[in-house]
């Protein structure tokens, strides 16, 4: 044999074994750097989701989701956040007191928020799980009270909602919108799913 055509078959094998590691490190690290974001199982299990709200003007809601959950992100203009504590004595929970559906220390206040303008909910009614419909624009509409001051109106059964999430008396919701955990990591950036304590 002479030189050549062994160091040819020698070239061949160490390209072909190299391209062959090559794709199985690929393989290998394709899946590795992937794991570092949250998959779509984790994040319905329960990852955290970071929300920009750059873009939300007062009075403007956007939804998010969390757990497969709907979750509601409302920034509230200032006169919203002055009708809040007129309707403490309409209300039936209206210093978030009730544990079935625990508040975080951090939103047990007027807004039940962390910033006044920002509310913060699940948007799920307490009583059968419907998802409410918006009404933030105040004043008399169907299935509403004539003074109504801006909300949110279950359509299964008609239980209402302030503008902070809490539940009007004798309604079938027993409870007021729940509040996630949820924190800013800057200002215009909301982490749900996680606090300052987890």
Not at 66 to 94: F, H, M, N, V, Y
Not at 178 to 194: F, M, N, R, W
Request: glycine share 8%; hydrophobic share 35%; charged share 25%.
């Amino acid at each position: 044999m002479s030189d050549s055509s062994i160091d040819s078959s020698k070239r061949t094998w160490l390209i072909a074994s190299g391209c062959a590691g090559a794709v199985g490190g690929v393989a290998t690290a394709v899946p590795f750097v992937s794991s570092f974001n949250p998959s779509e199982k984790a994040k319905a299990a329960g990852a955290a989701v970071e929300v920009d709200i750059s873009d939300l003007k007062p009075g403007e809601k956007i939804t998010a989701e969390w757990r497969g959950k709907p979750i509601w992100i409302l920034r509230r203009t200032p006169e919203q956040i002055a009708e809040l504590p007129q309707l403490d004595s309409q209300l039936a929970d209206p210093k978030s007191e009730r544990t079935a559906y625990p508040t975080p220390d951090y939103a047990k206040n007027e807004t039940r928020s962390i910033k006044p303008e920002v509310l913060v909910v699940i948007g799920i009614c307490t009583h059968l799980g419907c998802s409410p419909t918006d009404k933030l624009q105040p004043g008399p509409q169907p299935s509403l009270p004539d003074d109504w001051k801006g909300g949110f109106l279950c359509p299964c059964h008609g239980s209402t909602f302030d503008l902070a999430g809490r539940v009007f008396k004798n309604k079938p919701a027993p409870d007021n919108l729940e509040v996630p955990a949820h924190q800013y990591l800057s200002d215009t950036k909301l982490l749900i799913g996680e606090d300052k304590k987890a």
